[in-house]
């Protein structure tokens, strides 16, 4: 396999505003591709048990490499008001018991379909907020988990946790639990900016639990933030990104604000006078990426970083990256089974996707019948579609031959309209067109979503595309 050919570690290059203008756009982040907005409702659960049947007698004939699980808790306490994820806001703890009763049906629908102690590499706790569960909560569904599945040697557990309904106690349970990877939502560390977002937690609570997470043995710790949000400067990130990197956690993610208030609800809640300019974001996005890169970080791609001697980027330098809906992971390209309302799930040339609302889900779950909404079966051309674009995502280049090989065609022939799209951003410097093939510079690589969207067949014959977030 290729070594990407992306430089580590270097200052984001001078952007020009005519440049600026011209790649800061809507576009999709290409978790997936065909990305989610295109499923379909014809693809419910009858589809979704198909799929789980043919990944079935593929495991009798051949045998299949291990799943990845992702489980959704909705449940948060309180309202954050830029979240753009699907959550219910109670105080009324005990409206999880009835939910963990109705993943413990979904998971037994699929070791009937799967048979049981299927491997998993991979397992995800996402939400809402999983620690909006109490102890006995969380030990419970990885009971039920455990007993469903053989959790493989060496996996990666992690879960997402709100700094502000976690103890070292509960670190420490968690760590008892299994859990090897934690990720703290921060989003800023400025005041004045928590305040609103109306998410108010202290530099000091978060420091203190990632030193626990570390003495406890987590493998990695991550940090998410946010840049873009109401009252946030230029000045006022850069604080943040200082401190972060004071934290020195093992990976960090730096999204961008998408405001849209007319579909998330809770976005309503931010004065729209307060968001920063353009240009601001423009400049805090460059101030993040410097900052990350002087406390000696690893630009793996769009939003993310790592220390160098993390696995994601030791995967980086070695051409091993990967993507699913999680973003970026060291992990190969495998099956995906999403449990719980609205999770996203993958398996063989499918996507899924579950009903979003609890009274959809409980009412699947007596019927004992899967929850999936909708999705997709994957055509030829999406297939080498996504091929190509996860190579330009991941590894920052596409080589003629090998798409040639495994999906018998000729890249020249088949994608001679892109490839004429991509003559103005070889101009600008975003990509080179070598020999049989397309390497992203170290320009582009800031901008690789922009370079990706060219192959996206969906996108190029729908020009709306407020629904995505902006490049920048």
């Known amino acids: 396999m290729d070594v990407p050919k992306v ?16 790649l800061d756009k809507p576009g999709p ?42 489980l959704h808790i909705p449940f948060c306490e309180s309202v954050c008001y830029y979240c753009a994820c699907n959550k219910v806001i109670t105080r009324h703890h005990e409206r999880a018991a009835e939910y963990l009763a109705a993943l413990d049906v979904e998971i037994d629908l699929h070791v009937q379909a799967l048979g049981a102690r299927q491997s998993v590499s991979q397992l995800h706790f996402g939400g809402g907020s999983p620690t909006f569960l109490s102890d006995a909560e969380i030990a419970a569904v990885m009971d039920s988990l455990r007993r469903a ?24 349970h968690l760590a008892g639990l299994g859990f090897n990877r934690i990720s703290f939502g921060v989003q800023d560390f400025d005041p004045e900016v928590q305040k609103a977002v109306h998410r108010v937690q202290s530099f000091e609570m978060v420091r203190d639990l990632m030193a626990s997470a570390r003495a406890l043995g987590f493998e990695s710790t991550n940090v998410d933030l946010i840049y873009g949000l109401p009252k946030q400067t230029p000045a006022s990130l850069a604080r943040t990104v200082a401190q972060v990197g004071e934290l020195r956690p093992d990976r960090i993610a730096l999204y961008a604000y998408a405001h849209l208030p007319q579909r998330f609800k809770p976005q309503r809640r931010i004065d729209a006078r307060d968001l920063p300019s353009a ?104 297939l080498v579609r996504r091929a190509v674009i996860m190579a330009l995502m991941c590894q ?49 690589w800031y901008f690789v979503r922009g370079i990706a969207m060219v192959f996206d067949r969906y996108l190029q014959a729908d020009r709306t595309r407020e629904r995505f977030s902006r490049i920048i």
């Not at 430089?7 to 005519?18: F, G, K, S």
């Not at 982040?29 to 979704?48: L, Q």
């Not at 040697?153 to 670190?171: C, K, N």
């Open 29 to 70: 982040r290409y978790t997936s591709y065909p990305t989610a907005d295109r499923f379909v409702e014809a693809f419910g659960p009858d589809a979704y048990a198909q799929a789980l049947q043919q990944r079935a007698l593929g495991a009798t004939v051949g045998g299949t490499p291990p799943l990845s699980v992702y």
């Open 396 to 444: 920052g280049r596409v080589d003629f031959e090998s798409i040639d090989l495994a999906h018998l065609i000729r890249m020249e022939e088949y994608f001679a309209p892109e490839l004429e799209q991509l003559q103005p951003l070889v101009e600008m410097g975003l990509v080179r067109l070598e020999g049989r093939g397309i390497d992203v510079t170290p320009l582009g």
């Open 279 to 382: 240009a601001d974001r423009v400049a805090m996005l460059g101030t993040a990426i410097r900052g990350f890169l002087g406390h000696g970080y690893t630009y793996i791609g769009m939003d993310h970083f790592a220390l160098p001697s993390d696995s994601l980027a030791v995967a980086k330098r070695q051409g091993r990256l990967h993507r699913n809906f999680q973003g970026y992971s060291t992990q190969p390209d495998c099956d995906l089974i999403g449990l719980g309302v609205s999770a996203i799930g993958r398996i063989g040339a499918t996507y899924s996707q579950n009903v979003k609302t609890l009274d959809q889900y409980y009412d699947a779950m007596r019927q004992r019948q899967f929850a999936t909404e909708r999705g997709l079966a994957l055509s030829r051309d999406d």
């Open 149 to 172: 599945f053989r959790i493989v040697p060496g996996a990666e557990v992690s879960i997402e946790v709100d700094p502000r309904t976690v103890t070292d106690e509960r670190l420490r």
């Open 7 to 22: 430089e580590q570690n270097v200052a984001p290059p001078v952007l020009t505003e005519a440049m600026l203008a011209r």
